[in-house]
């Protein structure tokens, strides 16, 4: 629903802009676009995963759900993360299969070592995971360098936060993952794809461009 | 929306070939066949239009949609060249119809005249390869005003006291003013100096076929739906369409320039997309291929005539005196929403320290400084917090969701000194997924240049001081291993010996070989380069048009 009604939204508000010649050429390219973004939806109810066995996906889910977990607003669970990170290992991220065929039992063995008689992350209290990832996190606690592109995770749980994330906060228009756009809403970004001025706070009441005035004992 | 081209024979040796959509080849291309040249415009990268582009994070940054692959072009860095490499990604280009200018912020600055002068200036500086242009500003400035007008740059005349001088205004009024623009601006003057309005090639008004900005928030990394910004696929290509005598032959991946007996170039052997060689001939060629592929191109073309690589044998500095330009970011965070997520990058810059006073700060450079976000949501949740922001959990959460819309960056971009080591070279062992040498990417920062971008960060951090931010931080600033501003390695030069092409971007050693892109530079500027680029090859279209018309190439 969202697809469909923000693009078109996009494409009205556009034309606030576009000369009328410039819509109706793109028009049937914009709609057939919204489509295929909407076909690309899927329900949880009818998935299949493609990557992950049933345990598998529920350790995962557990995982990515401290990483964003759900508390006073939605988190990872009700954005479709796992959906997205179990997509994203047949795809795009498929290089990343191994860190997670051999990352996801060596998290086990951690956890089994930690907390005798707690045979999985999932089965484990949720204070009990998060210390495991506070364990996880202080092996590994480099200031990343910024960069554009998405290809940094290089262990595991690098790997899984990075998806968790993309699949949190992706356009929910991708049809991929943010579900019902709870990951934008949390930051604040609204779902459009045009916006009129003002935009914030400290633009609402910009005056316009004055020079700047003269001042005698400037240089 | 592509027009009807022609489509023509390989063996049909057409007027022009043009290698590389981008920046300068778009231009060059629109320009000569408008002039009445058969034009065929070799692309490595594919068609994509305004219905490809996408606002899919993973698509475009995650899968590089709309640039250099790295798996396909793996790529290695060294700082020395007595460094073995090792395989890291070390450069990052537009590589679909149009090039880096799909992708691009779209700070459109021009030079000023001490760009083009400095080597005199300032003398000659230890470790630096510094030199003068063979042209100068007042040479560029009608082209200059030729980009604004034709490819389309929104700005404010004279808003600038440090602007050079220029024959007309801008064709069309700044973007709007974001958030980041208005607290920059109002900390800027407290502090004395003189912000104004950004200079963008963003259309503020709609053009035929193009609509003004609709400040979707996609824009930095992204191609553009709805044509507001100035890539020189919808500014120019299109135009070359019209023409009737341009083709864009995408997908086509050349590797080698073949020269025949007397040491010409008889035109541009390419992969298409099924990996089969053709060789598309050609009266002329002109490589566009950006200042990493250019030089790189030239060194896979090296035969028998030219061991050391096309165009290579009198100077031997092809590849060479790379300049990446330096930067340098800090980020506020502050207490209302600026919601900056909206819209185009920058809209409020300076440039209060375009020339500092070596004698003062006891270093050579200068530079500008932008107020700005580029982020988007992913990109922002993995890089934008500060350093002591929690990684995950409720915490994390919590922070992600205050600092989104209330966080704003300055950005300071300042010169690169040339240094002859620094270079885009072969790769004597790593091949690409066709077999070709990979890039090898060799790059020690001058200290000169360090030390200036650490002195405008404090800039930075003094601006978001003045402006009340209630958090700052920076980035670690420490030498550049990853290139995106690809200059000066094919310098402009009158002397054969110390520069690989002349004043008409005709290399010195094939007469019928011409190089027109970032390559050319021979001084970095403050930061932005593209604008003159594109002034660049405005002029060089005028210089070849002249020399085909009077018979000079052929002859």
């Given at each position: 629903m969202i697809n469909e009604l923000s693009r078109r939204r996009f494409l009205s508000q556009a034309g606030i802009g576009v000369s009328a010649a410039w819509v109706s050429a793109h028009w049937p390219e914009m709609v057939s676009a919204a489509t295929r973004a909407h076909q690309a939806v899927q329900s949880s109810a009818a998935y299949k995963f493609e990557f992950f066995t049933p345990a598998e996906a529920t350790e995962i889910d557990a995982l990515s759900a401290r990483i964003i977990p759900t508390d006073d607003t939605p988190g990872a669970r009700e954005a479709g993360v796992l959906y997205f990170i179990d997509r994203a290992l047949v795809t795009f991220a498929s290089g990343d299969q191994q860190k997670y065929r051999d990352g996801l039992p060596e998290l086990q063995s951690l956890v089994r070592e930690k907390f005798s008689g707690v045979e999985k992350f999932s089965a484990a209290t949720v204070e009990q995971q998060d210390e495991v990832l506070r364990t996880l996190e202080a092996n590994h606690n480099e200031e990343p360098p910024r960069r554009r592109n998405l290809h940094s995770a290089e262990t595991f749980l690098e790997a899984l936060r990075l998806q968790t994330i993309a699949g949190f906060l992706i356009d929910p228009e991708a049809g991929l993952g943010n579900r019902g756009g709870v990951g934008w809403k949390l930051i604040g970004r609204e779902p459009e794809h045009s916006f009129l001025p003002p935009f914030g706070y400290y633009d609402k009441d910009y005056p316009g461009w004055q020079p700047a005035p003269k001042m005698a004992d400037k240089e | 929306m592509k027009a009807e081209q022609p489509k023509y024979k390989t063996?049909?040796?057409?007027?022009f070939v043009i290698i590389g959509s981008g920046a300068a080849g778009g231009i060059l291309a629109k320009e000569l066949s408008t002039n009445g040249f058969r034009v065929v415009v070799l692309e490595q990268g594919p068609y994509l239009t305004e219905a490809d582009y996408t606002h899919n994070e993973i698509k475009v940054l995650g899968e590089d949609l709309l640039t250099n692959h790295p798996k396909l072009q793996p790529t290695t860095f060294r700082k020395t060249p007595q460094d073995k490499a090792k395989q890291q990604r070390a450069l990052v280009y537009g590589r679909s119809v149009g090039g880096t200018s799909v992708h691009f912020t779209a700070n459109f600055w021009r030079f000023h005249e001490v760009d083009f002068i400095e080597r005199s200036k300032v003398g000659s500086i230890p470790g630096a390869n510094l030199v003068d242009w063979p042209i100068r500003y007042a040479d560029l400035e009608p082209y200059y005003t030729k980009v604004e007008w034709e490819i389309g740059v929104s700005g404010l005349a004279g808003a600038s006291p440090f602007d050079p001088p220029r024959s007309k205004p801008y064709p069309m009024p700044p973007l709007p003013v974001k958030s980041s623009g208005v607290i920059f601006e109002r900390a800027a003057r407290q502090l004395g100096w003189n912000p104004f309005p950004a200079p963008m090639a963003i259309l503020s008004q709609p053009r035929p076929g193009r609509s003004a900005c609709v400040n979707c928030g996609f824009c930095l990394s992204f191609g553009c739906e709805v044509g507001a910004k100035s890539s020189s696929l919808v500014a120019a290509i299109r135009v070359a369409e019209r023409t009737g005598r341009c083709e864009i032959r995408p997908d086509s991946y050349v590797h080698r320039i073949e020269t025949d007996a007397r040491g010409r170039a008889v035109g541009a052997a390419y992969f298409d997309k099924d990996k089969n060689t053709h060789l598309q001939k050609a009266k002329a060629v002109i490589v566009c291929a950006n200042g990493a592929e250019t030089p790189r191109l030239l060194l896979m073309s090296a035969n028998a005539q030219f061991p050391n690589g096309l165009a290579n044998n009198s100077s031997g500095v092809v590849g060479k005196n790379l300049m990446l330009n330096s930067a340098a970011i800090s980020m506020g965070v502050f207490e209302h929403p600026l919601n900056d997520y909206k819209g185009f990058a920058v809209s409020r810059i300076l440039h209060d320290f375009y020339e500092l006073d070596a004698r003062k700060v006891g270093f050579y450079g200068g530079g500008g400084l932008d107020g700005r976000f580029d982020a988007t949501p992913i990109g922002f949740a993995l890089n934008g917090l500060p350093p002591d922001a929690p990684k995950w959990g409720s915490a994390f959460k919590k922070t992600l969701a205050e600092n989104f819309t209330r966080t704003m960056e300055v950005f300071s971009h300042g010169t690169s000194l040339p240094r002859e080591e620094n270079s885009f070279s072969l790769d004597p062992e790593l091949k690409d997924a066709w077999g070709l040498p990979a890039l090898r990417l060799t790059y020690k920062d001058h200290p000169d240049d360090l030390k200036l971008v650490k002195w405008l960060n404090d800039r930075a951090l003094e601006l978001l001081d003045a402006a009340g931010a209630r958090k700052k931080w920076s980035y670690p600033i420490t030498e550049q291993e990853f290139a995106v501003h690809l200059l000066g390695t094919c310098r402009m030069g009158n002397d054969p010996k110390t520069s690989v092409i002349n004043t008409d971007h005709r290399t010195h050693d094939v007469k019928n070989l011409f190089l027109c892109d970032g390559s050319s530079l021979v001084t970095s500027g403050r930061g932005q380069p593209t604008m003159t680029i594109e002034a660049l090859a405005f002029r060089a279209a005028d210089r070849i048009t002249a020399l085909a018309k009077s018979g000079e190439i052929s002859a």
């Open positions: - | 063996s049909d040796e057409v007027d």
